[in-house]
């Protein structure tokens, strides 16, 4: 069974931090592109940060310097760490992977085809 579990989301003040922890299933091998999106209310799901087959890494660029991605293969998890963080970084933060190697990760969600079931990250001014 294919499954992603967030966790580490919560409530801080503007310019705190958080560290969000994505556990993936052993049916998702952990070479496949995976990554952070996050969709506040009446936007689009939007990409955060991914990463490829061997380690390539995209952010978003209203996140960059700020987030920063990382993974263990050992562990079977993928983290977003994340500071300086803004009340626009408010939103549900869900963790995805696509359906097969990738070496060119990119940011579009239409490229993935497992979904976590989200973690809620709240930035108060």
């Known amino acids: 069974q294919v499954q992603l579990v967030e966790s580490g989301g919560g409530s801080v003040q503007a310019g705190g931090s958080l560290r969000l922890s994505c556990v993936v299933s052993?049916?998702?091998?952990?070479?496949?592109?995976m990554g952070w999106f996050r969709q506040a209310p009446g936007k689009e799901r939007e990409g955060v940060a991914v990463?490829?087959?061997?380690?390539?890494?995209r952010y978003a660029d209203s996140v960059k310097g700020r987030f920063a991605l990382s993974k263990d293969n050992a562990k079977n998890t993928l983290y977003l760490e994340m500071n300086s963080l803004k009340p626009e970084d408010t939103a549900p933060y869900y963790c995805?992977?696509?359906?097969?190697?990738?070496?060119?990760?990119?940011?579009?969600?239409?490229?993935?085809?497992?979904w976590g079931q989200g973690t809620q990250v709240t930035v108060s001014s």
């Open positions: 990463i490829g087959r061997y380690g390539t890494i």
């Open positions: 995805a992977a696509s359906g097969g190697y990738c070496y060119t990760p990119t940011l579009s969600k239409v490229e993935y085809n497992y």
């Open positions: 052993d049916s998702i091998n952990m070479d496949y592109c």
